[in-house]
Each structure stands twice: as C-alpha cells, then as structure tokens.
C-alpha cells in the first residue's frame, strides 16, 4: 500500500501527541474535579439528587489492564455460548431457543441483561439509559416483522397487508420541535427564520435523499437498506463511502449553515460524531434506509416506550430467561483445543474462576473487547484501529416544572436546540395517557464528540458529577429559562464505547467485512460493530445470522 | 380652649370617615358579588355595620384613661381589620357556610371598631377646643369623607384598583392617621415608642398586601373577564375562575367559558336528553369531564336511573361544585345525590381499567385545544370507552362548534366510526357559546328520535330535537379523517378553525 511508511511514522507522533493531549486534558479535568469538591457544588444546583453511573467499568478494566484474577478451578460444558447480553446475544439466544436449542448459555459481564438498551427507572418513570426508539421497519424484513408481531408491538395486518403498529407504542403526537431563533418551532429540520435561498437547498438535499431512498443498484437491491448487508454491491453507491458526509455535501454544493447544522446533529444523533467523521454513504443511509409502510402511521414514524427500547429488550430476554447469566465475566477464549472452545469465565460476585467447555461460541461483545478476549489469536484482515467507538453521556433529569421562554411548539417527544452541543432531549412521559403528570423526566443525549474518541472518553472517565452538572446544566437553562430550581434529580450514565461510528471506508471497507468471518466454524461474531452503525435492527440480525450459522455446522 | 381646631385634625377626621364607609360599601359588594342578591346582601350588611358602630358607640364609655393611646390602637386594628377584609372574605369563599359566619363577623368587627372612632376622638379634643365648634367641624368632615367615598368607590376605585387593594389602601390610610397621632400627641402618651412601630410593621404588613394582591385576584385576570370575578382558585390540573354580572354566573376553566348559567340549560338539555330520551331501561350512567355537576343535574330527572358515576380529574372542582351554595343552587345538589358515585382520576387511564359496562356515557371534556386534552378524542380513547357501552346503550361527545369549526366537528364524528361505532350528530344553540354540536354514538345501527321527553324540559322537545338533528349546508358534513395518538389533527384543526374567530 502506497504511504505505509508516512503511515507508521504519523502513528508514533499521533502517539506521543495523544498522551500529551490526553495527560493536559485529564490533569485540567482532575485539577478542576479536585476544586468542585474542595468548593462544594456550586450552590444552584446544591438542591440536585443523582448519581453518576455508567457500565461496570471496573470489571471491563480488569480485562484492559490484565489484572490477577484466580485461577480456574472447574470445568463446565455446554453446547452452545453465547457471550454478551446486549441486543445481538438476546437476538442469538432467542434464535437459538426458537430453533428447538435447549443447551446453550448467556454470559453477561454487567448484573443485568440489555447492552446499550438499558433503562433505569425512578418513582416517577422509567427511563432509557441509551436506545429510546425504532422507526417502523422495513415491510421486507420479515424477520423483524415477525419479532414485532410477537411482541405485539405489530397488533395485525390490514387488508393490503400492511401492519398495523400498537397504538400505545407509536410515539404519541407531537412529536419534534426544535428551539431556533428564539422560538420552538415544530418538526426539526430548521424552518423558523431560515431565509430563502437556504430553504431552496434544504429542500433540494431532501429531494436528492429521496431518490436515493428509493434507488436500486444494478444487483437490483435497494441502494440503501436495513440490514445493511442487504445493500446494493453496485460500485455506484458503494464509493460513496470513501469520502467524508461532509465533503461529500461540499461537492454537491451544500454550503447552507442551517442544512450543516441539521445534517451534522443527525449524524450526531445516530452515530455520535459530526458529518466529518462519518461516510457519506452512512450519511446518506441515515435518510434513505428506512420505507416502511404502516397501516396506521406516517412513514418515518417511530416506536417508542418509557424505557425506550429496554422495552424491546425485556422482550427478548424475557424469552431466554433461564439461559442468562449475568455477572460472569469472560477473561480468555483459548481456540486451540480442536474438540472444544476453552472459555475462562471470572464470576464477579463469587469472585472465583472456571472454564466452559462450549461446542460453540457466539461473541455478541464488540470487537475491542473481543481483541482482548482472544489473547494472541490474530483475525486475518481485522484491523481493530479501524473501529471508532463514540463516548455518549445520558443524562436523565426529574422536573417538576418545564419553564419555557421561547414561544411556539410545546413539549414534544424529541426536544433539540439549534447549536446546542446535545442532541436534545427525549420526554420518557410522552407515551403516558395522563392529561396531566405533575413531573416528568428528560432524558437528555449528549454526544462527547468535541475531540477524538478516546480523548473524550478519557475526559469523560476523569469527570465527577458536579463537572457534568457544569456541563448539562446551563445548556438546559438555555432551553429554559429558570428549570435549575425545578430541576429535582439528574442521574448520569456514561457510556465510554457507546457505539460503533461509520468512519470513512468501514462499512464498505476490509476490516468489517472480515470481522464478520467466522473462527474455524466455531467461533461466531454478532455486534452492531459488524455493521458500522448501532441500531437495533442490525443488533436483531447479527444475533440471527450467528445462530443461523451455529445451527448450520 | 378657643384653640381653633388644626387642619391635621380635620383630614384624620375625613380618613377615618372615608375609610369606615369604604369598608362597609366593600362588604356590602362582596356579598352581592359572592352570594348574589344585591337587595339582600347590602341592606343586611349595613344594617349590621350601622348596628355595630351603634355598639361601638356604647361601648366607647368604658373607656376611661389613656384614650390617645386607645385611639391609637383602634385605628391600627381598624387599618389591619379593613384591609385585610376583602382577602379574608375572597380566600374563605370557597366554604360557603362559614363563609356567612366569616362575613358577619368581620362586618360586626369593623363597625364596633369604626363606632368607636369617633366618639374617643370628640373625648380627646373635648377639653381642647370649642366643644360646639368640634361638633360642627368633625360631623361635617365626617359626612364629606362618607360622600366622597360613596363616590369613589364605584367610579375609581373598584374599576381601577379592585376590591382587594382598594381595602388595603384604605386599611393603610387608617393606619397612617394613627401613625401621625403616635407623633403629634408623643409627649402625652405612654408607651408611645411600642404603638409608633407597631403602627409601621402594620403600614408595612398592608402595604405588602397591597403590592402582593395580585396573587389573590390578580388585577390583570379581571381585566381579561368582563364580569366581576368572584372565585378564582389554581388547582394542580387548572385555573377555575367563577364570575359573575347580574343573575349570569360563569364557570371558566384555564380561561375558556365552561358554562353561562342564563343559557346552560341549553346545552346540558341538549346533551342529556335525546340520549336518556331513548333509553327508558336506562339504569347506569358514566359521566365523564362534567365536573360541574350539570349534566348529573339532567341525568337525576329521571327516576330509573340508579347510579351515576361521575369521572373527573380535578377534586377540587367537584369538591366545590359539591360544597358551594350558589353552586349546589345551579346544579340542584346533583353530586351530593346518593345515587352519585364521583370518581376523581384520570379518564383515559380509568377507562382502561374498567369492567363494568354502562347504559349510557355522557363525554363532557373541555375542548381539544391542547395535546393532552386532545388524547381523549382518538380513536384509542373510543375503542376503551366502547367496552364500557352496553349493546343497547349509547355515548355522546361534546364535539365543540359545526359552525366556527367544521373539520373539528366532523373530526370526532369519523373517529367515533373508526372505533366502529354508529354515529348521530347534533346541533343546538346556546347563546353564551354560538352553535354548539354534539355526537351520538351506538353499536346499533339506527337511532329513533323519541316520542315522549320528560315533562318541565326547557329547551328540548320531539320537534326540537328533529330540528337539532338536520345539518344546514352551511354546517354540512365535510370530509375528516381519524384522530389518533400519532397525529392528533383534531388539535391542530381545533386551533386553526379557532384561531380564526378568537
């Protein structure tokens, strides 16, 4: 490959360069963390309750920093395994069980099921910890369609065969409004005081996003399409994804601040970095994936729940129930041994060590944890520097009153302000029948994308609660006027590798494709990572095709 | 002894005149404005306060030292007393029979305090000044003060300043003239210095009543309702103004006219009885929104019904539509029947919960003007309700105006026929409101319009009812689609159709 030498020396300046950056940046963070707790909290937020939360980072850091941990003393078997009980592996399991599979388990390092579709709860809602929603899927995915009918989430099918969503679970209207230019206007896509000639290219961007959605490459596949395997190979769409989605509208002449606004708080939205950072073809994938039709709903519309998609996820789990076990952490897989896969399993409330004789193995983990997992074992053509992971920090703020300010809309579902650095916030409430509820919680998205990943991951592990309060606080005063005083709790969750972002040259690029390849038959991979992009239909896919594929050797 | 009488002197005089009339022309109004009757109401109320000042007179001579500083201490009391008056008597309305009690009480207060003015002043200046040109002097201000106040009071005051700021005007004025007597008479009074700041903390304390009176009856609310209002109270789910101009009583809620009671015959005849009318097995009755007890009021009229169960969100709504005298006098004390059950919850999340079915369902909510509001007009909300309706029984939704807002109106008729149900709608006109349209909605496919209606009916009759059921073109039906909680077009149609008349 031309460059390869420029390559390795710009990594050994990126590497020392990092370690400048990041000892300035957590030692700025430190040195302020250590005044808030010398000072005390600042005094208008003293009446805040909450905690900062997050996954069981020390659990996963004892697999990063190689820490002792005992040696195992007995060896269990078992058919099939499944490691990680985020969508993919409850995806697997369910599969696995559907199948007839009685022999297979689900280790679960966290005390709980559910990945990045957890959710928390207090006396006055449940609330999502990260996924809050699906939009009505595509009426091809009969996988999905069949899951959702199950679920009841899809109540029957009208005489034309389309599906007739629950209408408990269609977000309730109304359902966007964004804060721009002093006032809340309806829908997010700027509007309100956007002049003339913006509008014109806001309105063509859309006109192009629509032929894509319904372009089909000359494989005739859908150009776009969820799952995003079931995309179009044509070259035509493909290259799209070696350049940026930002100089991608620069080519086609987007210059428009309101349109590079909205389009980056997109890509913000559902891959946690700005359009610079992602492909075009993810870019685009954003607006021309998605053509489900409903019996009762607008296409576009979204399915949403008070635990967002923990709803989704009790589904599944529930169905798996006895197959899952949770704090049991997996340290090594050893596949050596040609009769079995050697998994060494640390149980964290024990704190003792086994092994797990598995015929198979799914590792529904993500790749980086996967990298550690399997030691030496090097995966031909996966190159683990290739997969960017966004920090997300998810706040979930107790109101008893909404002040607001700016005129216009009222309480939405999806609350945003223009050039805010969050995306918004999610009103968990909105799917309440009540007329009125007297409090409600928001939960509030912010995307630490600011610098590099780990750079703000690293920031992010250094801050204290009262730095996020520093960092949250003042955005939602911007939204409205006098809430501090209403504000009665905020619990933080930080995700450090929230999601997987679609960099330029992943989704259509080697790594991933080769990530997806199977270990000697007997080691399988389901992970949103696979796809490039974290939502939870692909989650619900990958978890299928490796069971499909355990079931078929 | 010739000492002519100081000017100071004299327009204390004036005040304390002035103010002892206003306090009884605020009581008298308050009265007439809160129980009605004016006749009533203001000849009781002077009556008593004449009475009063008549035994404060009496009273006056078993005071016999110290009588500056007694003085002193009456007129603080008076100021404290008047001018809290019309506070006390706005914040203990809602309790009707103690309400009277409180009045009275009040009334009586103020006049042995106000009886008591005068006579201690003459004693004090007696020995001081010409006792024939006192007498003069201090009547005739006196009589001034009392026809410059009777002047005021309906021509400035009351339009400008509200009942509740006028008293602590005036309550501070009392206050002021005992705050100048603590400094002219000083040296001659003992204890001087406590009276003199107790007559500042008492200026200060009213003068705070006086900035703050808007949080009683906030000043610009009057401004936005033309009658007087004579009820205000915020409660967790709304606003619940009650005002009231001559024998018309209005009930608003959040600002938007509940009902008139000159006209609300109309509409509860209206929505009740071409329902009820066709249904002579009719025994249970689910009433939901209609807090006011109205509906209940028309429901009652008919001796088969056995139980009624009321659904409203709001306790203190139907606590005081239930505890109220003037109220229970408009609704016939329906909610206090034994028959009636009053639920308060959430209708929608109450609905869901049900088992028990019902002849009829009388859906009384305020109208879709908002997103919460707007979710107990969806199909959802109709497809729950359904269950709750026997196969014979039949529902009516008040469906705001065919007239003002057509896509409205037809919205909720094609919604109710989305839940599968059999539609009838209806019109009448109610003159506080315009053309009012309402819903019928039945499992069976054809509606009889009845022969024979209850007998002391106002409003509804067999040919009225046919001429209720026919829709002028102008009123035609217009194409609509479903309400539902993903859309909620109903509100957005409700407020653009509404928009353009408001």
């Known amino acids: 490959m031309r460059g390869g030498h420029r390559v390795f020396i710009n990594n050994a300046i990126g590497r020392r360069s990092f370690l400048i950056r990041a000892g300035l940046l957590t030692g700025s963070i430190l040195l302020n963390g250590c005044l808030r707790k010398l000072n005390g909290r600042k005094s208008e937020y003293a009446h805040i309750k909450g905690k900062l939360r997050g996954p069981n980072a020390k659990a996963g850091h004892i697999l990063r920093d190689k820490l002792p941990i005992p040696e195992p003393s007995l060896t269990t078997s078992v058919k099939t395994l499944i490691i990680g009980g985020g969508i993919s592996g409850l995806s697997a399991a369910r599969w696995l069980k559907k199948q007839g599979e009685t022999d297979f388990q689900l280790l679960e390092l966290e005390d709980h099921a559910g990945g990045n579709s957890y959710h928390g709860a207090n006396a006055v809602s449940a609330y999502p910890l990260g996924a809050h929603y699906i939009p009505i899927v595509n009426n091809e995915d009969s996988l999905l369609v069949d899951f959702l009918h199950e679920s009841q989430v899809i109540t029957h099918f009208d005489e034309h065969g389309l599906p007739f969503y629950n209408e408990y679970y269609l977000c309730f209207d109304p359902e966007e409004r964004l804060l721009i230019n002093g006032h809340w206007q309806e829908g997010i896509v700027p509007d309100f005081g956007v002049p003339p000639e913006e509008r014109k290219q806001i309105e063509a961007f859309f006109r192009l996003m629509t032929a894509f959605k319904n372009a089909k490459g000359n494989d005739g596949r859908y150009a776009f399409n969820i799952p995003i395997d079931a995309s179009s190979a044509d070259r035509e769409y493909r290259k799209l994804d070696k350049l940026s989605f930002k100089d991608y509208l620069q080519q086609q002449g987007f210059t428009s601040e309101y349109l590079l606004w909205y389009l980056n708080y997109c890509c913000k939205d559902d891959y946690g970095t700005p359009a610079i950072n ?211 709790e905020i619990e933080f969750w930080l995700w450090g590798h929230g999601m997987i972002s679609p960099a330029v040259n992943y989704i259509w690029g080697d790594t991933r494709k080769n990530a997806q390849a199977s270990i000697n038959n007997k080691i399988f991979f389901a992970h949103t990572d696979l796809s490039g992009i974290s939502i939870f239909e692909e989650a619900f896919h990958h978890g299928i095709s490796a069971a499909q594929q355990v079931l078929a050797g | 002894m010739n000492k002519k009488l100081p000017i100071l002197l004299l327009i204390s005089v004036f005040i304390i005149a002035t103010c002892g009339l206003i306090y009884e022309l605020i009581s008298g109004t308050l009265a007439s404005y809160l129980l009605g009757d004016s006749v009533t109401q203001f000849s009781t109320i002077i009556g008593v306060y004449l009475f009063s000042m008549g035994v404060g007179s009496w009273v006056s001579k078993y005071f016999d030292k110290n009588l500056l500083s007694w003085f002193i201490r009456i007129e603080i009391l008076v100021g404290l007393v008047g001018g809290t008056s019309s506070s006390i008597l706005f914040m203990v309305f809602e309790s009707v029979s103690s309400f009277r009690i409180v009045l009275y009480g009040l009334i009586s207060f103020t006049g042995i305090l106000v009886g008591l003015e005068i006579p201690l002043l003459m004693r004090i200046l007696k020995d001081r000044f010409e006792f024939k040109d006192l007498v003069s002097k201090v009547f005739t201000f006196d009589y001034i003060g009392a026809l410059i106040a009777s002047l005021v009071f309906p021509l400035v005051l009351i339009p400008y300043m509200g009942l509740v700021r006028t008293a602590y005007l005036f309550g501070m ?84 006219l509940q009902f008139s009671s000159v006209d609300e015959y109309r509409y509860h005849e209206a929505i009740i009885h071409p329902v009820l009318g066709a249904l002579p097995q009719a025994k249970n009755v689910l009433v939901m929104g209609g807090g006011d007890g109205l509906a209940v009021r028309e429901i009652l009229k008919y001796p088969q019904i056995q139980t009624v169960t009321l659904v409203d969100l709001d306790k203190e709504m139907t606590k005081l539509f239930r505890s109220n005298e003037m109220l229970l006098k408009l609704n016939k004390r329906s909610l206090l029947s034994p028959k009636v059950t009053v639920v308060n919850a959430d209708a929608f999340s109450w609905a869901r919960m049900q088992r028990k079915t019902y002849d009829a369902i009388i859906i009384d909510f305020p109208d879709p003007s908002n997103y919460s509001v707007g979710k107990l007009y969806t199909n959802t909300f109709y497809n729950i309700v359904k269950h709750l309706l026997n196969p014979d029984g039949i529902m009516v939704v008040q469906s705001t105006s065919p007239f003002v807002a057509p896509k409205s109106y037809w919205t909720v008729e094609k919604t109710l026929q989305s839940a599968g149900l059999h539609t009838v709608p209806y019109h009448n006109y109610v003159p506080s409101f315009g053309e009012w349209g309402y819903i019928m909605a039945m499992y069976k496919p054809v509606y009889k319009v009845p022969d024979t209606y209850l007998p002391g009916l106002r409003f509804v009759s067999k040919s009225c009812l046919e001429q209720m059921l026919f829709f002028p073109k102008d009123m035609a039906r217009v194409p609509a689609s479903v309400n539902r909680l993903n859309n909620q077009i109903l509100v957005k149609y409700f407020e653009e159709e509404w928009s353009t008349v408001l």
């Open chain 1, 278 to 488: 992602v492909s075009a073809w993810a870019g685009i994938h954003y607006f021309a994936s998605r053509k489900g039709k409903a019996a009762n709903a607008e296409p576009n519309s979204v399915i949403t729940w008070p635990e967002g998609n923990g709803w989704l996820m009790k589904q599944l789990r529930d169905y798996v129930k006895g197959h899952i076990i949770t704090s049991h952490m997996v340290y090594s897989i050893d596949v050596s041994d040609n009769e079995h896969i050697k998994v060494k399993v640390f149980d964290l409330k024990k704190q003792t060590s086994y092994t797990i004789d598995a015929g198979k193995v799914i590792m529904a983990s993500p790749q980086f944890v996967n990298q550690k997992l399997l030691g030496g074992f090097s995966r031909k053509g996966v190159n683990y520097a290739d997969m960017h992971y966004a920090p997300w920090l998810i706040a979930n703020i107790t109101v008893n009153k909404l002040p607001t300010a700016a005129k216009g809309m009222v309480l939405c579902w999806d609350n945003v302000a223009y050039g805010t650095p969050s995306v918004g916030y999610v009103n968990a409430n909105q799917q309440d029948l009540k007329v009125i509820e007297e409090k409600k919680v928001l939960t509030y998205y912010l995307p630490l994308c600011d610098k590099e990943p780990r750079l703000s991951r690293l920031a992010a592990y250094t801050r204290i609660y009262e730095q996020w309060l520093d960092i949250v606080v003042p955005e939602l005063e911007q939204m409205h006027p006098e809430i501090t005083q209403h504000i009665e």
């Open chain 2, 173 to 256: 004025l009392n206050v002021l003239v005992a705050l100048v007597a603590c400094i002219v008479f000083g040296h001659e009074i003992k204890g001087v210095k406590y009276l003199k700041s107790a007559s500042i903390i008492s200026l200060l304390a009213l003068l705070a009543g006086f900035i703050f009176a808007e949080r009683i009856t906030s000043f610009s609310e009057s401004l936005t309702y033309s009658d007087t209002i004579i009820f205000s109270k915020s409660t967790p789910y709304q606003r619940i103004i009650i005002t009231k101009k001559g024998r018309d009583l209005r009930l608003f809620l959040n600002g938007n």
